[in-house]
T-cell receptor, first 116, second 112 residues
Framework: AQSVTQPDIHITVSEGASLELRCNYSYGATPYLFWYVQSPGQGLQLLLKYFSGDTLVQGIKGFEAEFKRSQSSFNLRKPSVHWSDAAEYFC??????????????FGKGTHLIIQP | DAGVTQSPTHLIKTRGQQVTLRCSPI?????VSWYQQVLGQGPQFIFQ???????GRGNFPDRFSARQFPNYSSELNVNALLLGDSALYLC???????????FGSGTRLTVV
């Protein structure tokens, strides 16, 4: 079974500083990888996804992520954070199994705090 | 276009009762999945439906059941509610399995 680890429960970053959120996954083949963001009391918004091809993926809101097979990682980055980026961030892995798909497996999330 | 819509948005139930949560996927999306998100945790997979057939089930007891209708909308039923069932229940739809999931805003269930 696949698993996702987000090692950082909380991260505090100053506004305008760069950001990197870590994500490691465990799965025997190449999975589908996702980053979602969740504001308090809200659903999940997809930031970006990786299925195949270019290992550097561009997403919405200026986010990008890089798939590194050798490290089983899919870290999320942003060059300059804004106060509105404060939220909970979830990394998730999905598996396509023939005629259907298994559900997503999520990490426990990283809570991002932005300092003025 | 409307996104994934879930109803109701909030619900309070008593232990032992039964609850039905509803989800309407994005038009054209044939895959619907359900997740439970306990406060402070990541969402946990409950069910996956594709073309009205169950394609996956997470590690949840038989008190949890779901179905998908011909119009691809879905219901999640939970029987014999426990206090631990209090959570945000999220529905997600996609065109074809893992091609990319769009989530609804969820139903906040409180069991008292």
């Amino acid at each position: 079974a696949q698993s996702v680890t987000q090692p950082d429960i909380h991260i505090t970053v100053s506004e305008g500083a760069s950001l990197e959120l870590r994500c490691n996954y465990s799965y025997g083949a190449t999975p589908y990888l996702f980053w979602y963001v969740q504001s308090p009391g809200q659903g999940l918004q997809l930031l970006l996804k990786y299925f195949s091809g270019d290992t550097l993926v561009q997403g919405i809101k200026g986010f990008e992520a890089e798939f590194k097979r050798s490290q089983s990682s899919f870290n999320l980055r942003k060059p300059s954070v804004h106060w509105s980026d404060a939220a909970e961030y979830f990394c998730a892995v999905g598996v396509w199994s023939g005629g259907g798909a298994d559900g997503l497996t999520f990490g426990k999330g990283t809570h991002l705090i932005i300092q003025p | 276009d409307a996104g994934v819509t879930q109803s109701p948005t909030h619900l309070i139930k008593t232990r032992g009762q039964q609850v039905t949560l509803r989800c309407s996927p994005i038009s054209g999306h044939k895959s619907v999945s359900w997740y439970q998100q306990v406060l402070g945790q990541g969402p946990q997979f409950i069910f996956q439906y594709y073309e009205k057939e169950e394609r996956g089930r997470g590690n949840f007891p038989d008190r949890f059941s779901a179905r998908q209708f011909p119009n691809y909308s879905s219901e999640l039923n939970v029987n014999a509610l426990l206090l631990g069932d209090s959570a945000l229940y999220l529905c997600a739809s996609s065109l074809k399995g893992a091609s990319g999931y769009t989530f609804g805003s969820g139903t906040r269930l409180t069991v008292v």
